[in-house]
Each structure stands twice: as C-alpha cells, then as structure tokens.
T-cell receptor
Framework: DAKTTQPPSMDCAEGRAANLPCNHSTISGNEYVYWYRQIHSQGPQYIIHGLKNNETNEMASLIITEDRKSSTLILPHATLRDTAVYYCIVRVRDNYGQNFVFGPGTRLSVLP | GAVVSQHPSWVICKSGTSVKIECRSLDFQATTMFWYRQFPKQSLMLMATSNEGSKATYEQGVEKDKFLINHASLTLSTLTVTSAHPEDSSFYIC??????????????FGPGTRLLVL
C-alpha cells in the first residue's frame, strides 16, 4: 500500500472549516483514499473514502487532486467533538478484505 | 454506518491468567476480521487477520500461541490472550470487513477493549 504523509497536528477554531491535508505521491491507479478518525480511547471511526472524484457525506468532504497525489479532508463546521486523531490511508479495495495500515495521523484540536 | 461491538470494554486481570475478547459485527456478515493493538500515544498495529472457518494469519512478531484467534461464525471473532503478563496491557481493537455492491465497502472498527494486567 502507498505511504501517506500528514502533518502531526493542527488547530482549528470551533465553527470554522477544518482542512486536513494528506500526501500520497506514490498512490497506484487502483488504490482508494480512506479517512478515519480516532477519538481518545475509542476505536477508529470511518469518515469517507474516494478514488478520484470528490466525495461528500454527512460528516465531511474529500477533495482529491487531479493527479491523485494528495487529498484534503474538510470538516465544514468543526465542533469540539471533532477533536481527534485523523488518519489518511490508501489501499486497494477488494472483496477479500485487507487490513488498514495506520500511520501516526494528524491530531486535530478544535478550540473554543 | 455498520456496527461492530467488542466485549468486554475493559478488563483487569492478574498475571498468568487468560483473557478472552469478543468482536461481533452486529448488522452485517464479515468473512474477514482484523485484530489490532494500540499502546499509549502510538498508532494502531495489526496483530492478525481472522478468516471465518480457517486459521488466522499473524503478523511478524506476534505469537500465535499466546494470542489465540477463533472466527467460528460470520459475525463473531474472539481473541484470547493466554498467560497474560503486564507487557500485554494495551488497547485491543477489532475491525470487520464489509463488502457491498453499492460502494460501501470498507472496514468498521469496534470500540476497543482496554486490558490491564497486574
């Protein structure tokens, strides 16, 4: 699986948009970009995933650059409950199941 | 989203005892489940891949005789830490792979089990 690079930490003011970047310059054509987050002492929570088109759901938006070498997760209106470690993972999506390789992620602190 | 549960959520045991942790996919069937371990201030590390009806696949450095995995049904996988020692104290997290024709294919994680071995 391709390696990802994320900033170790970020701050965001409550109510503002949080933009979390991720670099995956060695991503392959069949690898998807997944985002998970882990709130303290809980299991990771799925947020969103995409291949090459931008994606949006009730939690966030995922913007993938045209060359697919980087992406940005956008939390449109961050709240204090969004404080967590955010993981960007790239992997092939298949039907046989494949583990996710977690890097150190980005620790997002939403400030009041 | 899909729901994965773990039981117990936390456990304290004496050194030398065995502890069983259950992982259940509540609203979908999972032929593949994964067990991770997370030490304080570190990221998740994969321990093993659990396949329904077959033997688990362990990552390098993980003792298969110490961490027994059983995946007897499509909704249940168990991890048994045998003869636990204080260095086994950690946060154990399972995940279940869900496949779907609607693009919802991904992994869903349980809430984790915190183990403290005295």
């Amino acid at each position: 699986d391709a390696k990802t690079t994320q900033p170790p930490s970020m701050d965001c003011a409550e109510g503002r948009a949080a933009n979390l970047p991720c670099n995956h310059s060695t991503i392959s054509g069949n690898e998807y970009v997944y985002w998970y987050r882990q709130i303290h002492s809980q299991g990771p929570q799925y947020i969103i995933h995409g291949l090459k088109n931008n994606e949006t759901n009730e939690m966030a938006s995922l913007i993938i650059t045209e060359d697919r070498k980087s992406s940005t997760l956008i939390l449109p209106h961050a709240t204090l409950r969004d404080t967590a470690v955010y993981y960007c993972i790239v992997r092939v999506r298949d039907n046989y199941g494949q583990n996710f390789v977690f890097g150190p992620g980005t620790r997002l602190s939403v400030l009041p | 989203g899909a729901v994965v549960s773990q039981h117990p959520s936390w456990v304290i045991c004496k050194s030398g005892t065995s502890v069983k942790i259950e992982c259940r996919s509540l609203d979908f069937q999972a032929t593949t489940m994964f067990w991770y371990r997370q030490f304080p201030k570190q990221s998740l590390m994969l321990m093993a891949t659990s396949n329904e009806g077959s033997k688990a696949t362990y990552e390098q450095g993980v003792e298969k005789d110490k961490f027994l995995i059983n995946h007897a049904s499509l909704t249940l996988s168990t991890l048994t830490v045998t003869s636990a020692h204080p260095e086994d104290s950690s946060f154990y997290i399972c995940s279940a792979h869900r496949t779907s024709g609607s693009g919802g294919e991904t992994q869903y994680f349980g809430p984790g089990t915190r183990l403290l071995v005295l």
